[in-house]
């Protein structure tokens, strides 16, 4: 491999990423399941909250960044160790802005959107190139990071949006986004303008590597496989570790200079495409959400009931109502959450306070629309609960309040 000189006196270094081939995109989706399910271990399972997993996250990238900037070539394993934080630390940025923040995720994908064009404006007139396969200097590598974060950002946003707020479901929106992967694969194949395909699928590989994460860890209730988040990542990173291993060896993925050398040059129709091209991604989004929205908002169907918990007599759930609408199922899964943890029951308690996640999660696409402030309301405070009685060493008098703050908050 060789270095190649790009104008001005600036530094030259060997080329910093690694070839785009199937290994590339088989880790890229490795890495984003684990950015997703790592993300879930970190802020639920150990309860770390995402104020807590979002700062040794940022942490830990910026360490990686430092190595990664200092090297002088591609380094398999460092390449795709910060690409890995990335996309963990790409998921709690989108994360935090929804439910820290109470952003919606309709102007996050916006926001994210905007922040990656701006990147690749500023990047394309200072460089006068987006190729992945030139990234031989330090602005460029820094052109290239902020991008890839942004990607991630965006996708997570993008993918939540689609599973979430649309209701669309994890196995939906993987199907969905699969089918938009080939197509552009298949118009790049017959002339797309290869920068904008390489970034257009980054972006989508993202919520296909939620899909899957969220299918593999998810509960067979819910569609899922029942891996757990656990399982989930500890396979995927096995998976990346013994790919990486694999190109650092064999070096299948090292950019030879020739194909730097032809990234340098110019390539045709990128604009026009561009705009093309972003224009019926717009306008398709636009009109898919809006008939989506509109058939969630007349839908008024309430979730059925969930048994009560074992050993309890079944009783009436009232008829409790708040800006949602009928709320009465899950507080009923809240006061039979509180009834055994006041019998003493921690493992009980538990086990049911999954139900009321499990409810809330599907009935997200049809409650939030109908109130966005109230359901983030109400969203944070199930949070809380779940990482109270998660939590490895339970305060029971932590648990009794967050509860309590639920049952009021849920009327």
């Not at 399972?45 to 990238?61: C, H, N, P, Y």
């Not at 990686?64 to 160790?81: C, E, N």
């Not at 990047?123 to 190729?131: G, P, V």
């Not at 988040?229 to 694999?246: K, M, P, R």
């Amino acid at each position: 491999m060789t270095s190649t000189q790009v104008q001005g006196s600036r530094r030259t270094l060997l080329n910093k990423v690694p070839e785009v081939t199937l290994y590339f995109w088989l880790i890229k989706v490795l890495c984003t399941t684990v950015g997703e399910t790592a993300a879930d271990f970190l802020n639920v399972d150990l309860g770390l909250g995402l104020s807590g997993v979002s700062v040794i996250t940022g942490v830990l990238l910026a360490v990686a960044l430092v190595f990664q900037f200092r090297a002088t070539r591609y380094v398999a394993g460092l390449y795709w160790l910060t690409v890995a934080i990335v996309s963990v630390f790409g998921t709690l940025v989108t994360d935090n802005l929804t439910d820290n923040a109470g952003f919606p995720l309709e102007a996050s994908t916006i926001l994210f959107g905007v922040l990656l064009a701006v990147t690749f404006v500023v990047w394309y007139a200072s460089e006068k190139t987006l190729s992945i396969h030139s990234i031989v200097t330090r602005r460029r590598e820094m052109f290239y990071w902020l991008a890839i974060l942004f990607t991630f950002a965006l996708g997570t946003a993008t993918g939540d949006l689609m599973a979430e707020v649309l209701g669309l479901g994890y196995l939906v929106t993987g199907a969905i986004v699969v089918a938009l992967i080939a197509v552009t694969a298949a118009a790049w194949r017959a002339g797309l303008h290869p920068v904008l395909a390489f970034w257009f699928i980054y972006v989508l590989t993202r919520p296909l590597g939620a899909s899957l994460g969220d299918y593999l860890s998810q509960p067979s209730d819910q569609g899922g496989l029942g891996l757990g988040a656990t399982v989930t990542s500890l396979i995927f990173v096995a998976a990346i570790v013994a790919t990486v291993v694999y190109l650092s060896v064999t070096k299948s993925d090292v950019t030879s200079g020739g194909a730097v050398a032809r990234a340098e040059e110019p390539a045709r129709g990128g604009l026009w495409q561009t705009v093309v091209f972003l224009a019926v991604i717009l306008v398709a989004g636009g009109v898919g959400y809006t008939l989506r929205t509109a058939a969630l908002q007349d839908d008024t169907s309430v979730p059925a009931a969930m048994p009560p918990a074992p050993g309890e007599p079944a009783r009436p759930a009232p008829a409790h109502t708040s800006p949602l609408g009928d709320v009465s199922t899950f507080r009923g899964i809240t006061q039979d959450t509180l009834d055994l943890l006041d019998a003493g029951n921690q493992a009980a308690a538990t086990s049911r306070v999954d139900d009321l996640e499990i409810q809330w999660d599907n009935a997200e696409a049809r409650l939030k629309p109908k109130n966005r402030t109230e359901w983030t309301r109400v969203d944070g405070k199930i949070d809380k609960v779940l990482r109270e009685l998660r939590a490895t060493s339970p305060d029971p008098a932590g648990e009794r309040d967050a509860l309590g703050a639920l049952l009021a908050a849920l009327g």
